[in-house]
């Protein structure tokens, strides 16, 4: 019996000194060429205008909004300050049991039309439709039956008039160049399908206009942990997929998609948590079953400011979301698992998510029980131990570190002392504690999960903090 656990116990070791060197690499190489191209675009900006003033595509701008009478007012006016010409703004409230369509209407003078709207896509029904002339882009209002945020957005689809779409939440605040550079990928290259932008958090931050007025990092520790979290998501996998087309997830909260391609997939489907990466997923298995030739790039300078939770049950309501909604589109479109068809993609892109994010929860709490086992049973060298992961999480918060400053000197913001040392110390934490929280959080989504399916996961919001 004592043998057969030591060689459990031996194997099972192997085994995650295999995964955590593989991890480690992975985020190495991503971090670096991620922290370099940064860098690379910075230099170049300084010598160069993205884009020519006189020419723009026309974009459809989709708010879907659920009980948002808090920030959606705040959201839209955000909308209207951009520096671009040619877009429209589309808000969906999808059956809201507050005052987000009567607050928005009163906001900006709009009133009801009669407008019918074609559905090329399948989406519940419109209650009423709400217009104004009285802004500098056309402004659109849509109270329809509750049917959940992918419905919400379809609608918003049906409704728009321009080629190309925006989705983004409506507790969210675009900087104000962010269209002309989540743009740009579509006018240097016509096969470009869907363009992701940067989401970046911002609790405590004063924005004035879509421009940063103060950038200060949050004061609540929690939200400050998912700044280095977010810093190190977007900066190191993102750019990385980007190199070889290979972006699986386009945030929800800011994203560029060809109309006439959405809609020949299907849209967004309404029977998943995670309508954003499905339909990513869904534009790389559509593309290449059907011979197009298509690209799904990353505008690492296109910006989206964002409120995330800063209570802990808020951010596991989230997070169990997010995972269900990933296990839901790895599974819907598992054809794609080892598949030569889908070549970089299937080999890279899909068992990076399969491994170290859709298996990782489970795996590293499985590590801690074969831990504590081994320990019961004598047979594990606890100095050693510690050591180990001591210098995998100074390895971990160098690479957080790393891209967190190297976002901030590149967006041309700056912080405080306080808040540098804060990050510091706060790094270790964020990889340690809050990540196996978070792991255990999404081991457990399975329970319930069918009663929440078109939930849209309620957390507590504050009105934007727009100067």
């Given at each position: 019996m004592y043998d057969g656990i030591k060689l459990f116990l031996t194997i099972v070791g192997y085994f995650f000194i295999a995964?955590?060197?593989g991890y480690s690499t992975f985020l190495f190489l991503s971090v670096i060429v991620g922290s370099l191209d940064l860098y690379k675009r910075n230099r170049q900006e300084k010598f160069k205008s993205i884009l020519p003033t006189d020419y723009y595509l026309p974009i459809s701008i989709i708010v879907p909004a659920h009980n948002e009478e808090i920030t959606v007012v705040d959201t839209v006016r955000s909308l209207l300050a951009l520096d671009y010409h040619s877009y429209e703004i589309i808000v969906v409230d999808?059956?809201?049991?507050?005052?987000?369509?009567?607050?928005?209407?009163?906001?900006?003078?709009?009133h009801v039309v009669h407008r019918p709207?074609?559905?090329?896509i399948e989406c519940r029904r419109e209650e009423r439709v709400y217009e104004t002339s009285a802004q500098k882009v056309p402004l659109t209002l849509i109270r329809k039956e509750n049917g959940g945020k992918a419905d919400a957005l379809n609608m918003g689809i049906n409704a728009s008039t321009f080629p190309y779409f925006i989705c983004m939440d409506a507790d969210s605040v675009l900087q104000y160049d962010s269209l002309r550079r989540i743009a740009q990928p579509v006018l240097e290259d016509g096969k470009v399908v869907a363009v992701g932008g940067i989401v970046r958090i911002s609790n405590d931050v004063e924005l004035e206009n879509g421009r940063v007025k103060r950038y200060r990092l949050p004061r609540s520790i929690l939200a400050f942990m998912q700044v280095l979290e977010y810093d190190r998501s977007f900066l190191a996998s993102r750019i990385l997929f980007d190199r070889f087309n290979g972006s699986l997830i386009i945030s929800g909260a800011f994203g560029l998609f060809k109309k006439d391609t959405v809609i020949?997939?299907?849209?967004?489907?309404?029977k998943t948590m995670g309508e954003d990466m499905e339909l990513v997923v869904k534009l790389h298995e559509y593309c290449t079953i059907n011979g197009i030739d298509y690209a799904i790039r990353y505008a690492t300078d296109a910006i989206c400011w964002t409120q995330v939770p800063e209570r802990l049950r808020d951010l596991c309501k989230q997070r169990k979301r997010w995972y269900l909604g990933l296990f839901q589109s790895m599974y819907k479109h598992?054809?794609?698992?080892?598949?030569?068809?889908?070549?970089?993609?299937?080999?890279?892109?899909y068992l990076y998510f399969l491994i170290y994010e859709l298996l990782s929860p489970f795996i590293e709490v499985?590590?801690?029980f074969t831990m504590v086992l081994a320990w019961w049973c004598d047979l594990i060298n606890v100095p050693f131990m510690l050591l180990f992961f001591l210098i995998y999480a100074v390895f971990g918060g160098v690479?957080?570190?790393?891209?967190?400053?190297?976002?901030?000197?590149?967006?041309?913001?700056?912080?405080?002392?306080?808040?540098?040392?804060k990050a510091v110390c706060l790094c270790l934490f964020e990889l340690e504690l809050l990540r196996?929280?978070?792991?255990?959080?999404?081991?457990?989504?399975?329970?319930?999960?069918?009663?929440?399916?078109l939930n849209w996961g309620r957390i507590e919001r504050r009105k934007i903090d727009l100067k």
């Open positions: 995964y955590l060197i999808d059956g809201s049991s507050d005052a987000t369509s009567e607050v928005l209407a009163e906001a900006f003078d709009m709207i074609r559905r090329r020949a997939v299907g849209g967004y489907d309404n598992r054809i794609m698992f080892c598949n030569y068809r889908f070549g970089a993609v299937s080999y890279v892109s499985f590590g801690v690479l957080t570190l790393t891209a967190f400053f190297s976002r901030i000197y590149t967006a041309d913001l700056s912080v405080s002392f306080r808040d540098g040392m196996f929280i978070l792991a255990w959080v999404r081991c457990t989504a399975f329970v319930g999960y069918k009663k929440e399916k």
